[in-house]
């Protein structure tokens, strides 16, 4: 790693332990609202898949400033049902500033030109349709702030309140909730849940690589790239430029 990237990474590391502190004895709510609306106006996003739980965070959003920007991916391979879900979560929040990220057409055309690149390479899938166009979409921005949670348990087990990823200060202000807060929130706010919950899809990704999981005491995200060795879309790009895969 050169002198300037090693000062830059040194610089995100101190960000990242300044704005933990900063955070310190606040709940998920204040978190958010600190961010959002007190430390980094203007300068923060949210990154929502509008999946299960996703109502939870962006609730939380919303309550604090819902004119957020909100970046969605929509890698072309989601069901309908996350489309809709979307647009009428967005309208129920009074989230004014709901993104769509696609993937760069080229990228398409050159690695996926027939749709079927999640069946022979889905690392290189998820990073042309997903972890390409958030990169970008995160220029702009000092923090972002994620739904993720330690319960979905795999890569996330030990995730802490602020990380850093793609050079950027990643704040997860769920990190520490249990399944059962996550059903509380629901119902204490009347949020809408995603319709293909009820269907047994605890977790929702891409069409092709989502699968209903049978048993409800079964890891959440079990219906995810099922029977691969694959748990996270998480292909990132480190300060050094070098490909790794991380939980994302
Ligand atoms: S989840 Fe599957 S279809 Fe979606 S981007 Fe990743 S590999 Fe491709």
Request: proline share 7%; aromatic share 6%.
């Amino acid at each position: 790693m050169s002198a300037l990237k090693s000062e830059y990474r040194l610089a995100l590391e101190a960000g990242a332990q300044a704005l933990d502190a900063a955070l310190d004895g606040l709940d998920a709510a204040g978190a958010v609202r600190r961010v959002l609306a007190g430390i980094y106006p203007g300068e923060s996003c949210v990154v929502s898949s509008f999946g299960a739980e996703s109502a939870v965070i962006l609730h939380l959003v919303a309550q604090a400033k819902p004119d957020t920007p909100v970046l969605f991916m929509d890698t072309g391979q989601l069901f309908d049902q996350t489309l809709a879900y979307r647009k009428a979560l967005s309208e129920r929040l009074g989230l004014t500033d709901v993104r769509t990220l696609s993937p760069n057409q080229d990228h398409l055309k050159a690695d996926d030109p027939d749709g079927t690149l999640h069946q022979t390479n889905p690392d290189l899938c998820c990073h042309i349709r997903k972890t390409l166009p958030l990169i970008s979409a995160l220029r702009p921005y000092k923090v972002w702030i994620s739904g993720r949670k330690r319960h979905h348990g795999g890569d996330r087990a030990a995730l802490p309140r602020v990380e850093i990823q793609d050079g950027k200060l990643k704040l997860n202000p769920l990190f520490d909730w249990s399944r059962d807060q996550i059903n509380a929130y629901f119902e204490a706010h009347d949020l809408p849940p995603h319709p293909m919950v009820a269907d047994g899809f605890p977790s929702i990704g891409c069409l092709p690589c989502t699968t209903q999981v049978s048993d409800p005491a079964e890891d959440p995200r079990a219906g995810r790239w099922a029977g691969q060795d694959k748990t996270e879309c998480g292909i990132h790009i480190g300060e050094d430029g070098v490909i790794t895969r991380t939980g994302g």
